[in-house]
């Protein structure tokens, strides 16, 4: 049994190696950089918002765009600094203590460290979608969850820095319910790098204000034509949503989901009643909590 005194060095310690991490991320530019990678990626996409917007009657710098940009580098960086990093660290050895004393000392099921790279990467990106898009649909199927992830619906003009605009609570949501199945795959690469900045930049493109036909691949990949559907403000029959997809559409045409009912270019965004939803990042964070006291619920 591990000691109190073990948690308070492990909880220093992992605040002392992400600071670290951070100020080295900062400083030094490289191909793996998380860092130049998210700002890279949003200049492209601001860019291209820039030379071919869709909606050309909204502004370069949309409604609530400092916000937003707020919110990407909160959500990338800033959260896992201020508690997230730490907390995982502490959950990761609590339940791995947890699993040794059940004589459990390894989850992997499928050992996939002996195959190809490629074929390891490609594994990774198509599961952790998946897993990903179930989670997706729990945020609006489980009403507690929907509180949360309001946040992210409060978008009223779309544009590539929506695309990280999320309450915090969901990155425990999705790093949770990820940990066990991709823990039990014995995946044999430290460095996802490449699988992590494909599913950004197809994040940032889902929201940004771009039109590009995909052809046959719309049905493969998720894009601004379908996405913009998940965040309109009404859709007839379908009380939890549609086009459900992170980076992929797949899952949405094989499961019944995708809905594209015509052109969405100029729908309306958001949620019912988000008149009164709160416009600051502080009252958006804190909104499920107060939200909960004002109605007694």
Do not use: C
Request: aromatic share 18%; net charge negative.
């Amino acid at each position: 049994m591990k000691d109190l005194s073990y948690y308070i060095d492990l909880i220093q310690r992992s605040y002392s190696d992400y600071w670290n991490y951070l100020i080295n991320e900062l400083l030094n530019p490289a191909v793996n950089n998380y860092v130049y990678l998210l700002i890279g990626v949003s200049l492209l996409f601001f860019m291209i918002e820039i030379v071919r917007p869709w909606r050309k009657n909204q502004g370069v710098f949309r409604r609530d765009f400092w916000l937003d940009v707020f919110y990407m580098f909160f959500n990338f960086f800033l959260f896992s600094l201020i508690i997230y990093n730490a907390a995982s660290n502490i959950f990761v050895d609590l339940f791995n203590s947890f699993l040794n004393s059940v004589g459990i000392e390894n989850l992997v099921s499928i050992e996939v460290s002996t195959w190809s790279i490629p074929a390891q990467l490609l594994t990774l990106f198509i599961l952790r979608d998946f897993i990903q898009w179930n989670i997706h649909r729990l945020l609006h199927r489980v009403s507690w969850l929907w509180e949360f992830h309001k946040v992210h619906h409060s978008v009223k003009q779309m544009g590539f820095a929506a695309h990280l605009r999320y309450h915090w609570m969901e990155n425990i949501v999705y790093r949770v319910l990820e940990y066990i199945p991709l823990a039990m795959i014995g995946f044999g690469i430290a460095d996802f790098f490449l699988v992590h900045a494909i599913a950004l930049s197809i994040g940032h493109f889902n929201h940004s204000n771009f039109y590009l036909p995909l052809g046959p691949l719309k049905y493969i990949f998720n894009n601004p034509q379908m996405h913009i559907w998940h965040h309109a403000k009404h859709i007839d029959n379908r009380p939890y949503g549609i086009n459900f997809g992170l980076s992929l559409s797949i899952w949405d045409y094989l499961f019944g989901t995708a809905v594209i009912p015509h052109d969405g270019r100029d729908i309306e965004l958001g949620f019912e009643k988000d008149e009164s939803f709160p416009q600051t990042f502080v009252g958006q964070n804190t909104y499920p909590w107060n939200k909960n006291e004002k109605t007694g619920s």
